[in-house]
Structure formats: C-alpha cells, structure tokens
C-alpha cells in the first residue's frame, strides 16, 4: 500500500507492570496504526504500520506522555519490513524471553481511582484489601522475576475469576494485565489471629482496630514485610512496645490518615506535602511542633523531629476508614483524623523484617497481641523508606520500599559489577551497563539472620536483572561478613575482589551519581571505616578519583577509652578531652554516675586500650557528653541526633573566635570543645558547636581548594544544621557542596561507590 511505512521500536526503562503495552495499544489506535506490541527481557518492543505522520507521532508521543509509573530511558526505532499478511489492528502479544535489560517497577501507594472503589459501597471492590490497577499497588515485593508476568508473582497462585479476567484481558481497562488483579472473590483474603495462632471471629479490620484501641499491639502483614503498630497516643502501648521489642529510646514513625492530621503533630514545610503523599510513600522526618510529644507520648523522646507516613495499601486506608465509622466516598479523607499509629519494622533484636505468617507466629510471639495476616506471599523483603526535605529535592537516610529497584544512571558503561557494602546499614550494587541498582535497605550485618538476608539479596538482585558479575567489589575492612562473602564469591568464580577504602567508597558514590569524571577534594564525614594505614577513620579531606583516592588531612584523632566500648559511650569520649585539656581531675567528678570513670583517667594518662580515631562522630559525642545531652548511647547516633536537635531548636550562632586550629593537613577542635566543657546551657552549646564546626570544616577545605566544588559524604552529612551552615560557608569562599542525593550519604550509599571504583579500575587517571 503506497505511502505506508513499518518501524519495529524497542522501549527501555521502567516499562512493565505500569501500564505501558495498554498505554501503546490506546495510542496506536487513536493515530490509526496496526501492529502489535509486546514485553521482552529487554522492555518493549512495538512493531507498528502506518502513514508517516502517525508512525512519527507516536514515536514521539512514547516517551512525553508515558503512564505516571513509567520510567522510559530509550526509545529507539528502525524501519521493519512490512508483511503481507500483517493483521489490519493493533493487538498485545505475550510476552517475549530473552535477556534482561530492563527492571520490575518500584511498589507504590494505592491510586485515586482504586481509592474511590474501596470507599464505594456500590463497587465489587468495597473495603477489599487487595484492590490495585496498572497504575498503583505493589511490584517488587511480589516479583520472582521478569518479564514482569502474573506467572512470575505472588499473585500466581490466585486464578482470576471472571469479572477480574475480562479487566485483565481487555486493552482499554486501567486493570489490562495488572498482574496483581484481584477481588474478594479470587484473591488474597485478610485474617486475624489471637497471639497463640487461633483466629479470632468477626470482621478481622473491625477487630483489629478494637485491639489497638484497647492498648494493643497488633502485627500487620504489609507490602515488604510485618509492621508492629499500637496506638500512637496510648503511652501505656508505646511504652509496652519498647519494652517488647527492646527499643528503650529509639524514636518510632507514625502514621496518619492524611495530611490535615499531620498538621497537628509537625509544622509542615515547604516542599514536605508532596513528599508525604508522594506514590513512594516514605516515611519524611519533619520538625515536631511543641506538643507533639504530650500529643504522642513517647514516640519520640528528646527528638526535634518525627517520622511520619500516609497509608499506602488498602489495608493501611482500611484502618482508618474503621475509625472513621465507614463513611461513604472519599471526601472523609481530606479532614482530620483522630486515629495515628505507630508503625515499625518488625524485626526484633535488629534481625531481618518479618515475611511469612508462621514466621511472624514465631519470632514475634514476645512481642505481638495479635496477628492481622493474608495469604499473598511476601516475595522480596523491603523496609520503608526514610527521608527529609532539602535544598533542591529530598536527602534519604534510608532507600528501601518505593524507591528500590530504580536504577541510577552512570555517565558511561563498565563491565558488570557486584558491590557488597559494608557492615552498618548495607546495601548491595549490581551494575549492567550504565545504569547502577542498589539494593533495598538490608541493615548491620551483625547477626545470622541478617547475613542471610543479604545474601539472599544479592541472589535475588543477580538473578531479577540476569547479571553475571565480571568483578567484585568490597570495603578494605577484612572482618566483615560482606568482605569474607566477596573474597568466596570471587574466588569460586575466578573473577578479580577489589577492596576499597571505606571514605573512598562514600565520596565515588558522589562522583559516580553526578556523573563527575575529574579527581575531586571531597569532606568524608562518619562514625568510623578502616583507614589505608589500619588507623580508624572518621574526619576526612580527601582528594578523590574514579579508581584512586589520595589523604590530604584528617582531624585530630582522638582517643577512644576502652575501644570500641567508646564509640557507644559518649561520657568516655568526653572524658578524654578533659584529658587533653588538662583536666583529668575532673573526669571522676562530672561523671559520677559512670562506675568506670576513676579507672578511665589512669587509661588516658597510660595510654592503655586507647586507640586514636579521627572520626568526626567521635566529636559530636564528646560535645554531647561535655555538654551533659547524652552520656550512654541507646542506639547508635543518638548522641549527635540529640545535639542537632538541639540546635535547631536553639537558632543559629555565630562561631566562636579562634575554636580551631590546622596544622597542615590536621583540623584539632579542641579549642571548641574547652569552651563546650564549661557551657551550662546544652542548647547554646550545641548551637555553638556546630556553628564553629562548619566554619571550622569549612577553613580546612579552604586551604587546598580554589574555588570549584566539594564531595561531601558520609554519615555526619545527615546533620541538615551542620550541612546548612558548612553550606553557606564554603559559598562565600566560592565553592559549592556537592552530595548524594539519590541514595543515603551514610553507608548505605557506599555500595554504589564500591562499584564505581572497581568498575573503573582499568582506567588510566592523570
């Protein structure tokens, strides 16, 4: 036929299980065209006939008006040859094998159109608990692998039933092949059990809510494993939670129906709505209002800020709706709503999340009242997301549900890689090609379970994206089990481990995210990581490359009495900067409560079981030990959190004359901490301390950068008061802050940078 012509079209990205073949199908029809398309290990490829003008157009129209779940990379068209016999429609094919080159979406919150349903009393999807469509509901929690088909999910074992099949196989329904489809009639079904395994009669959502209204503490089964949640406003609750589960002061998030009820609890900033009730649905730190905690007793003690979330499932809304008394329509959902409940991971004593419904039987049975489970597997183990507001966008502090497993682009392609993290907050990194995945969330590798969740991890991320790794990247520190497991995994296969060096790690995650190819001064600032010399480091001015990583200057090591015991206690700290000072006598007296504290000042004088570290968390200890705001630690950082918080209570200071001193490459804050051991008020000192530190830090850098920018990673880079003002001090010496920002600056970014360093190992640097 004259003036027809053929193009065979390849989509990449994130374009299965969001709606994308449908999304073609609907376009190729508006513009006239036949053809067909289908899912190939590759993303989606079309095969289109046409008049020219229509081809272009919808050429052009796949990637600027993609569905709202859709991550389209590529789209890349040559002309095909037209057959005879091709059929005069455009139809869906099955899906095609082969091998991956794209990815399963990312799990999001239910939509507005779903939402209408659940809340519709004339709908056959009335408060069920499963309802989703193509553009909403959970993805990589339930995939076994791509492409993304019904077979190769938690949903296999649930055979659609006839309303739910013809959604499922007709093109123009929003529910065309959503492979989690589902109704009460075929589908996953909801039940409550007592704490020794019986189920409880009634309605199990009803139940559920008198449970946590009468002091409760109820196990829900969600998207990537169990929540543990109590009524946020019952102190007797809260309190028998943290004694259950072992948390002592640890703050917990809380969620809410919306944000009208967030309102209430925290002053709203700018850019904060649209992260709560962002598709992801994390959990956003936000600053508390005055009284936040007579309004949620101990939810989050001593801290400026509260993590709060909106529902994400139908499960979650449920709840609320309950509480609401059923109201008809959605309209309820735009008012206040009394109900807020604490919702944490359950994963006692720091082990892995809790999946399975035995499992949870099991391992919770110290801790739960009662069980609300259903019988869709939980196939993929993922913790919320956790994250704040910041200049420009969003700052994690930990990636995990919603955000997991989105790639992030590299500025060129390498060979595959596989980076196995560190020990504190792991993660793991898959390289393929030019695009880098990093793992959800896994946790300290400092108990079986969770080393077994890790490696059950990588498995899993290999296998879903078919990755063969050509090398293996590891962290410098020996004794980790994700070294040990890379030097196995390694040799059993005959490919190259390359260690790299913790701080390197975190600044390569920077220049790799930013896609910065030139060597780079850059501040890494943590708790700890293993130094090329064996030292433990922590404070770091680092000139840092693609595959070479140079030491410019460190701050002042610091002593740690008693070892790692320090790193936990930060009285010790404090108690060896009186040392320094000159003023051990006073050790035994400020910390009285301390049963060790006459026998540290003989340390410190002897030099016994005291190894130096330079690491800038050792600083804020010492500062908040000095300054009375925290003497033992109940959970790591909470020291430097207390002190932030503060600070930003305080308002801003201006530092204080002569609170540091360089000497070379060497930062001493001593002169800070001298003026801190005499502060009587902990607000005013903690304000003074990070005022005069991010002048301090930001002088250091000074003298070996002109102008240009500056990497800033590391742990200590989650201290938005520190970050705000070192910031703003570097600008006035033209130089510009540059930090992650789609993953943690703390150690769940340092996968990627492992990555990124073995990935370019072969390079050449000048």
Not at 154 to 160: Q, T
Not at 424 to 442: D, L, M, P, W, Y
Not at 743 to 764: C, F, K, R, Y
């Amino acid at each position: 036929m004259p003036g027809i012509v053929c193009q065979r079209i390849r989509v990449t990205g994130v374009v299965q299980g969001v709606g994308y073949r449908p999304f073609v199908w609907r376009l190729a029809n508006e513009l006239e065209l036949h053809g067909w398309v289908r899912n190939t290990g590759g993303g989606v490829e079309i095969e289109v006939c046409g008049k020219p003008p229509q081809v272009n157009a919808l050429i052009e129209r796949l990637s600027r008006e993609a569905p709202p779940l859709a991550r389209v990379d590529d789209v890349r068209a040559h002309p095909a040859e037209r057959k005879g016999d091709a059929a005069a429609e455009f139809v869906i094919l099955d899906s095609d094998g082969g091998p991956a080159t794209t990815t399963i979406g990312h799990d999001t919150a239910i939509c507005a159109d779903c939402l209408g349903e659940l809340f519709d009393p004339k709908s056959r999807r009335w408060r069920y608990a499963f309802t989703n469509c193509t553009h909403c509901g959970p993805r990589y929690t339930i995939s076994r692998g791509i492409p993304y088909d019904r077979a190769r999910t938690a949903l296999a074992p649930f055979p659609l039933c006839r309303d739910c099949r013809q959604e499922y196989e007709r093109p123009a329904d929003r529910r065309f092949h959503a492979e989690a489809n589902c109704c009460a009639k075929c589908g996953p079904r909801l039940t409550l059990l007592d704490e020794s395994g019986a189920e409880i009669a009634g309605d199990p959502l009803a139940k559920t809510l008198t449970l946590l209204r009468q002091g409760g503490i109820v196990a829900i089964k969600g998207l990537g494993g169990f929540h543990l949640v109590c009524d946020a406003r019952n102190a007797e609750a809260v309190s028998a939670l943290r004694e259950r589960k072992a948390r002592e002061e640890k703050p917990f998030a809380v969620m809410v129906a919306n944000l009208a009820s967030a309102s209430s609890l925290v002053q709203v900033g700018i850019g904060e709505p649209a992260l709560l009730e962002a598709a992801e649905r994390p959990i956003v730190l936000m600053k508390k209002r005055h009284a936040a905690d007579e309004r949620l007793p101990g939810v989050a003690p001593g801290m400026a800020w509260l993590g709060l979330m909106l529902p994400y499932t139908p499960l979650h809304y449920l709840l609320f709706h309950e509480a609401a008394g059923r109201p008809a329509g959605t309209a309820w959902l735009s008012r206040p709503q009394e109900l807020a409940l604490v919702m944490t991971s359950a994963n006692p004593g720091g082990e892995p999340l809790v999946t399975g419904n035995d499992e949870a039987l099991l391992r919770l049975s110290e801790i739960a009242d009662a069980y609300l489970i259903h019988d869709r597997d939980i196939v993929v183990r993922c913790d919320d997301s956790v994250l704040r507001a910041a200049p420009g966008g969003f700052q994690f502090l930990r990636r995990a549900r919603g955000f997991t497993p989105r790639a992030i682009r590299l500025p060129y392609p390498g060979p595959a890689t596989l980076a196995v993290g560190g020990w504190f907050k792991n993660t793991v990194c898959v390289t393929r090609g030019n695009e880098a995945f990093v793992s959800q969330h896994i946790g300290d590798l400092d108990n079986a379970a969770t080393c077994s969740f890790f490696e059950e991890t990588v498995a899993h991320l290999l296998a879903v994206l078919q990755v063969k790794p050509e090398r293996v990247a590891h962290d410098l520190h020996p004794d980790f089990h994700s070294t040990r497991f890379a030097a196995d995994y390694a040799r059993m296969r005959g490919l190259p481990a390359i260690a790299v060096q913790h701080h390197h790690a975190h600044l390569a995650a920077v220049l790799a995210e930013h896609g910065i190819r030139d060597a780079t001064i850059g501040l890494a600032l943590d708790g700890v990581g293993l130094g090329s010399d064996g030292g433990a480091w922590g404070g770091e001015l680092l000139h840092a490359a693609r595959r070479s990583c140079r030491r410019l200057g460190s701050l002042r090591p610091l002593p740690l009495p008693g070892g790692d015991r320090a790193a936990r206690e930060p009285w010790r700290m404090a108690a060896a900067v009186l040392h320094r000072l000159g003023r051990a006598d006073e050790i035994e007296r400020r910390f009285a409560d301390q049963p060790a504290a006459t026998m540290l000042g003989q340390l410190l004088e002897r030099g016994v079981n005291c190894p130096p570290s330079s690491s800038l968390g050792r600083w804020f200890d010492a500062a908040a030990g000095l300054l009375g705001v925290c003497r033992t630690m109940a959970f790591e950082g909470q020291a430097a959190m207390l002190l932030e918080g503060l600070a930003e209570r305080y308002g801003e200071m201006l530092p204080i004359d002569h609170g540091w001193r360089i000497d070379g490459g060497e930062l001493d804050l001593t002169p800070l901490l001298a003026v801190l051991a005499d502060e009587t008020n902990p607000g005013r000192g903690a304000a003074v301390f990070h005022a005069t530190l991010a002048a301090a830090l930001a002088d250091w850098v000074r003298g070996f950068a002109d102008g240009g920018r500056v990497l800033g990673a590391g742990g200590c880079f989650l201290n938005q008061v520190l970050v705000r003002g070192l910031r703003s001090r570097l600008a006035t010496h033209g130089l510009t802050l540059v930090e992650a920002q789609r993953l943690p600056p703390n150690d769940g970014g340092l996968a990627l940078g492992q990555a990124w360093v073995a990935m370019n190992s072969d390079i050449e640097e000048h």
